[in-house]
């Protein structure tokens, strides 16, 4: 399950930062960050700065280098006029968390920027003091950033994550030709007249799930769940969220909480009650439900954009994309932000962290609309679903509860058996499981 892969990685990140930082450090507590790094000369015109040959390093896990010939002029011009060298560095996606951890308390980080996904970042290496924040080096009040940045990059009232782009899209793909057959509405109309609702998306489960040769077996389903990981993407469209963290970093559970329980009682009603959700014959597989779909038999799927890929690539069927259906409670369409966003961080012992982010706002390229359109129609290629999908990049709307894995797994297996299996009404659950739920969220990292 990649929720217990999470937990063993972001455990393994905490543990390892106590233990080495008592060990290394005979107790004492290391300087603070801000504190080592403070530069008498911080106001000097960018002009003055010569840095006198060093190397800057971004690392991510795939190959992030400049790919065209602008891109490139572009490093060149900016090295000569640091006096450095821009280099990037490609650490697979399962040891980039460990040699991160291992660079940091080595007092030698492995880069000056690192990229992360949301949850394995934050909040584990701010609270193991292994990265540090950034609103001194960024003015993120200019309208160039990434509206959602300020949720997905700051924990405890810090700003501790940066990204020049976002591309934080997921939403409901659906079958046209089975909707169409069933004699039902196309979701992208019903979302193009703000009617795309739980209520809509209910009327398309249950009229496309079906027993079309009379064999007292469906043929074909309203719905297929990927790893049940529709709970959450519920509760965030009807106004509600799985946990809040204040300023302070202190997270509270907050399932009991009525719009979320409404969201968990429709969840477990289109198993339950409406029988709309195929049979899930692996509930750790997260590829099942998405080869189910491009099978045809299956009208919609909640993915993110690269199951979008893959399913342009092997269906055989006329599919769209429109945005996560509205909950009663909500104002607006959402796109749920869990744990796929990607945000870079600077380490602890860095050397040069403005000028760091100076390089970096310098070498991005901010709200490249073309870009970001051509990796839309990677997944998408109806002209006004690819309108859609651009819309979505402002309705981010994040949670942070997969970062408190003890808990995240914990609810993750409980809503499996309770809610699923059991039938156990929503409000009896929140209620139930709230001071457990709460005492592993504290426990975590000892709040």
């Given at each position: 399950m990649k929720g217990k892969t999470l937990k063993l990685f972001l455990l393994f990140t905490l543990v390892l930062a106590i233990v080495a930082s008592l060990v290394g450090c005979g107790g004492k507590k290391p300087a603070n960050a801000q504190e080592e790094l403070d530069d008498p000369n911080e106001d000097l015109d960018v002009r003055e700065i010569d840095m006198e040959g060093y190397t800057f390093r971004i690392a991510q896990w795939w190959d992030a280098g400049p790919d065209n010939n602008k891109a490139r002029a572009r490093q060149?011009?900016?090295?000569?006029?640091?006096?450095?060298?821009?280099?990037?560095?490609?650490?697979?996606?399962?040891?980039?968390?460990?040699?991160?951890?291992?660079?940091?308390?080595?007092?030698?980080?492995?880069?000056?920027?690192?990229?992360?996904?949301?949850?394995?970042?934050?909040?584990?290496?701010?609270?193991?003091?292994?990265?540090?924040?950034?609103?001194?080096?960024?003015?993120?009040?200019?309208?160039?950033?990434?509206?959602?940045?300020?949720?997905?990059?700051?924990?405890?009232?810090?700003q501790y994550g940066f990204n020049d782009t976002s591309s934080d899209i997921s939403g409901i793909f659906y079958n046209k030709e089975l909707i169409r057959n069933q004699g039902l509405q196309d979701p992208y109309l019903l979302a193009s007249?703000?009617?795309?609702?739980?209520?809509?998306?209910?009327?398309?489960?249950?009229?496309?799930?079906?027993?079309?040769?009379?064999?007292?077996?469906?043929?074909?389903?309203?719905?297929?769940?990927?790893?049940?990981n529709l709970y959450s993407p519920f509760v965030l469209s009807n106004d509600a969220n799985i946990i809040n963290v204040d300023d302070n970093g202190k997270a509270t559970y907050t399932l009991d909480d009525p719009n979320a329980i409404e969201a968990l009682q429709f969840f477990s009603d289109l198993h339950n009650k409406h029988g709309v959700v195929a049979p899930v014959a692996d509930y750790t597989d997260w590829y099942e439900a998405p080869r189910k779909f491009v099978g045809g038999g299956i009208a919609m799927f909640f993915g993110q954009a690269w199951d979008g890929q893959d399913i342009k690539q092997a269906a055989e069927f006329d599919y769209g994309f429109v945005h996560f259906p509205m909950g009663p409670k909500a104002s607006d369409?959402?796109?749920?932000?869990?744990?796929?966003?990607?945000?870079?961080?600077?380490?602890?012992?860095?050397?040069?962290?403005?000028?760091?982010?100076?390089?970096?706002?310098?070498?991005?390229?901010?709200?490249?609309?073309?870009?970001?359109?051509?990796?839309i129609k990677s997944f998408v290629s109806n002209h006004n679903e690819i309108k859609l999908a651009e819309e979505m990049i402002n309705k981010g709307k994040v949670t942070m509860y997969l970062g408190y894995p003890t808990f995240s797994d914990m609810l993750f297996d409980k809503i499996c058996s309770s809610i699923i299996v059991d039938n156990m009404p929503a409000d009896e659950f929140a209620k139930k499981f709230k001071d457990e739920a709460q005492e592993l969220i504290d426990e975590e990292y000892k709040k």
């Amino acid at each position: 399950m990649k929720g217990k892969t999470l937990k063993l990685f972001l455990l393994f990140t905490l543990v390892l930062a106590i233990v080495a930082s008592l060990v290394g450090c005979g107790g004492k507590k290391p300087a603070n960050a801000q504190e080592e790094l403070d530069d008498p000369n911080e106001d000097l015109d960018v002009r003055e700065i010569d840095m006198e040959g060093y190397t800057f390093r971004i690392a991510q896990w795939w190959d992030a280098g400049p790919d065209n010939n602008k891109a490139r002029a572009r490093q060149k011009r900016i090295e000569e006029k640091y006096n450095c060298r821009i280099e990037y560095i490609t650490v697979s996606w399962d040891q980039i968390v460990s040699k991160f951890t291992s660079s940091v308390l080595s007092g030698e980080p492995m880069a000056d920027i690192i990229l992360f996904e949301i949850t394995r970042a934050l909040p584990v290496f701010a609270e193991a003091d292994l990265i540090i924040p950034v609103d001194d080096y960024f003015d993120f009040d200019d309208p160039k950033w990434p509206t959602v940045i300020k949720q997905t990059g700051r924990y405890a009232g810090k700003q501790y994550g940066f990204n020049d782009t976002s591309s934080d899209i997921s939403g409901i793909f659906y079958n046209k030709e089975l909707i169409r057959n069933q004699g039902l509405q196309d979701p992208y109309l019903l979302a193009s007249k703000k009617r795309w609702t739980w209520d809509a998306f209910l009327e398309i489960a249950k009229g496309t799930t079906k027993d079309l040769d009379g064999d007292g077996e469906n043929d074909i389903w309203g719905l297929a769940i990927q790893g049940h990981n529709l709970y959450s993407p519920f509760v965030l469209s009807n106004d509600a969220n799985i946990i809040n963290v204040d300023d302070n970093g202190k997270a509270t559970y907050t399932l009991d909480d009525p719009n979320a329980i409404e969201a968990l009682q429709f969840f477990s009603d289109l198993h339950n009650k409406h029988g709309v959700v195929a049979p899930v014959a692996d509930y750790t597989d997260w590829y099942e439900a998405p080869r189910k779909f491009v099978g045809g038999g299956i009208a919609m799927f909640f993915g993110q954009a690269w199951d979008g890929q893959d399913i342009k690539q092997a269906a055989e069927f006329d599919y769209g994309f429109v945005h996560f259906p509205m909950g009663p409670k909500a104002s607006d369409y959402m796109v749920p932000i869990q744990a796929e966003a990607k945000i870079y961080v600077m380490p602890k012992h860095a050397k040069h962290p403005r000028e760091a982010a100076m390089i970096f706002e310098e070498i991005s390229d901010f709200n490249n609309d073309a870009s970001f359109t051509g990796w839309i129609k990677s997944f998408v290629s109806n002209h006004n679903e690819i309108k859609l999908a651009e819309e979505m990049i402002n309705k981010g709307k994040v949670t942070m509860y997969l970062g408190y894995p003890t808990f995240s797994d914990m609810l993750f297996d409980k809503i499996c058996s309770s809610i699923i299996v059991d039938n156990m009404p929503a409000d009896e659950f929140a209620k139930k499981f709230k001071d457990e739920a709460q005492e592993l969220i504290d426990e975590e990292y000892k709040k």
